[in-house]
Structures are given as C-alpha cells and as structure tokens.
C-alpha cells in the first residue's frame, strides 16, 4: 500500500465552485505539505504543517485553505475555484529535516 | 526573493554522462535536494547535500559548493528509464524545512 495517498486522483470542476483534496499517510510523519505545479515553474508551496494544531502559509497561499484533521490527514479547499488553478496538486510528508516524501497527485482542471 | 536556476532540457545518449547544474540565490541555507520527476508521477527523492563536496549513490552523484551557491547532479551510465524532471531544491534557513524547488531540469536519453 502507499505511504501518502491523494484523493481524487483527477477532477474537473467548473468556476466557482468548492473543491476539497484530500492526502493522507501512513508514515507516521508530522509536517506535511500541499504543492501545485504548474509546467515550467516547479513546485510551489501552498501550506504546511508542523502539527495537528500547526498551520502555516506558503507563498502561493491565496484562493486556498487547509485543514490538518489528524496527524495522518491533510485537505486542501478551493473555496471558489477559478480556472488559473488548473494544476496538478501533489501532498508531501516528512520527519523533521529528512528529505520529503510526495503522493501521487491529484490533476485538478477548472473550466 | 528566492532564486534557484537550472537548465530547462538536456539531451543525452544511452550509456554516457550528463551533469546537471543547479545555482541558488536564497535567504538561508540549510541544505539542497534532487528529487526525480517522471511524467505525470510523483517526485521521488534522489539525493540529499548540506555540506561542501560530493556524496555519491550508484549511478548518481551530488555535488554541492555552498560558498558559489552551486550544485550539481552527476547521471552516469545513462539508461532509457532516467529520462525524467530533476528538480533541485534547496532547505530554506529556517526551522520548517520549507523547500525552495527550481523549475527542473528535462532530461531526455537517446538510443
């Protein structure tokens, strides 16, 4: 079984409304990450957490929310999709400083 | 701002070498990772520097001179499989492990 599972693995949804991605991981790690990446700009960070109690802005943080529901799960919310959040959207996990483990994706299109 | 820099594409043939370079400009250092990217999947780790000098795994090798701001991956033996993204990215100085990522480097081998 994976470590770090994403759920959808593919939506599409029309402007305007509310998406929730949702990771989740058996590593037993405590930060975790959300990313999107765009082709030709890498991998830009959206919000991280240290902890269940620890959110933290990326710097791509606008048109974004998050919720650490548990040590083991991290949602991202588009509270109002708009079509230049078109993306592919990867969750990552890590312990401490060790390097950061990524889940499969999730290619999200918004039309 | 933070400023990582990498070649778009390189070109290589089965069985040679291709050293892929990575320069950064950042507030803060605390060390720099290579992650592989294949198509459509998730980044997978590769190698990880914080101090000057070379650390070397199988077919791959990292160098890292932090006084140049200045990395290299090293991708000897070349094989059709290592046709992939290399993303260098670099551990901002501060306490979060936060990663800077550049925009990757294409790598495509030749028969």
């Known amino acids: 079984d994976a470590d770090v599972t994403q759920t959808p693995r593919n939506r599409i949804t029309k402007t305007g409304k509310r998406i929730m991605l949702e990771c989740s991981q058996t590593k037993g790690h405590d930060r975790m990450y959300w990313y999107r990446q765009d082709p030709g700009l890498g991998l830009q960070l959206i919000y991280y957490s240290f902890d269940v109690k620890d959110i933290n802005k990326g710097e791509i943080s606008d048109g974004y929310s998050v919720s650490r529901q548990a040590q083991a799960k991290f949602s991202l919310s588009l509270e109002s999709a708009i079509p230049n959040q078109t993306a592919l959207y990867f969750c990552?996990?890590?312990?401490?400083?060790?390097?950061?483990?990524f889940g499969p994706g999730t290619r999200l299109t918004v039309l | 701002g933070q400023n990582i820099d990498q070649p778009t594409e390189m070109t290589a043939t089965e069985g040679a070498i291709v050293q892929i370079n990575c320069t950064y400009q950042t507030s803060g250092f605390n060390g720099l990772f290579w992650y592989q990217q294949h198509a459509g999947e998730a980044p997978t780790f590769l190698s990880y520097n914080v101090l000057d000098g070379l650390e070397e795994k199988g077919r791959f090798s990292s160098f890292l001179s932090r006084s140049k701001g200045y990395s290299y991956l090293l991708l000897k033996e070349l094989q059709m499989k290592d046709s992939a993204s290399y993303l260098c990215a670099v551990r901002l100085g501060d306490s979060w492990g936060k990663l800077q990522f550049g925009a990757g480097t294409q790598v495509v081998v030749t028969p």
């Open positions: 990552a996990t890590s312990d401490s400083d060790n390097e950061q483990f």
